[in-house]
């Protein structure tokens, strides 16, 4: 029902001293410098490959770079912090050269890696798998910082989070996880957070159509909400098929999310996911 979709609210994040609008929701495109990704590992290792993929991101509509060292799959080993630094420092030097007009963000967990890069490189956000459960730093580092902070819910880490993950109630405990961390950081000076809701860390493939059809309970907190769908299992294994032939269905659940009142899609399929926003903005009666 039309009248079901929750109305959009003018928001602005500042991004190092620009503010950026996001009442019409942005696309995030994923610039991965991991090895073992579940979908493109291995394939932005060197200048070349990562300055031809953001390219592609920027010509393709986005308005952010998520750059992230560390491989977040379900089973995923972790990467020691001077390789996920290193890694990181490298990608951000050719981005501020060459398109130094481009948002960054960077998707870490640790506040050691953080605060090195700032010395060089301010990135706009900080995405944070773990929403501050793994790093007793993380929050105070981000307001001391004033970054925005994209905080995910998640159950385990990576390496756990998929052996049978269990909520009493799901929507209760994720709307519950973010009262908390949010009033926190709050009470802390922070200023600009933008909540994911961790689709595939720490649930089953039911919790994960679950919290979809309940993502509008999030506006509760009236912040930005982004939403990291792409070509994850929750597609591929409900259709039977795998990661490379599953953008026809982060396309649906796009739509989806975006009716539910999503903000920021962070996405590997840039151009689709433009496409998305604009027809469902028609739909809204909001497009421009």
């Known amino acids: 029902m039309l009248s079901d979709i929750p109305k959009r609210k003018r928001r602005t994040l500042n991004c190092n001293g620009r503010l950026v609008d996001i009442d019409r929701p942005m696309v995030m495109g994923i610039l991965n410098l991991t090895v073992d ?66 948002l960054v963000s960077v998707d870490t967990y640790r506040s050691e890696v953080i605060r090195d890069l700032w010395q060089d490189y301010k990135p706009d956000f900080i995405n944070d798998i773990s929403g501050g459960t793994f790093d007793s730093e993380m929050f105070s580092t981000i ?91 929750m597609i591929y294994r409900l259709l039977e098929t795998d990661a490379h032939h599953a953008l026809n269905g982060t396309t649906a659940i796009n739509t989806i999310a975006l009716l539910q009142g999503a903000d920021i899609l962070r996405v590997h399929d840039v151009k689709e996911a433009v496409e998305c926003v604009k027809i469902t903005q028609q739909y809204l009666g909001i497009a421009g």
Do not use: W
């Open 143 to 233: 307001v001391q910082l004033g970054v925005p902070y994209i905080m995910t819910h998640i159950q385990g880490t990576p390496e756990t989070m998929q052996y049978h993950p269990y909520y009493e109630n799901l929507m209760q405990e994720v709307i519950g996880f973010f009262s908390e961390r949010i009033n926190r950081l709050h009470s802390m000076g922070a200023k600009d957070i933008i909540i994911d809701p961790g689709f595939g860390f720490g649930k089953t493939l039911g919790h994960n159509y679950e919290l979809l059809r309940s993502l509008c309970k999030l506006n509760i907190f009236e912040l930005p909400i982004l939403v990291g769908v792409s070509r994850k299992s």
């Open 37 to 102: 990704s579940f979908y493109d590992g291995n394939s932005y290792q060197t200048d070349v490959q990562i300055l031809k993929r953001c390219e592609n991101i920027i010509y393709e509509g986005a308005g952010v770079i998520d750059i992230g060292a560390v491989s977040t799959r379900p089973g995923a080993q972790s990467v020691v912090p001077k390789e996920e630094y290193e890694k990181l420092h490298f990608a951000l030097g050719l981005i501020k050269k060459y398109f130094p007009e481009i």
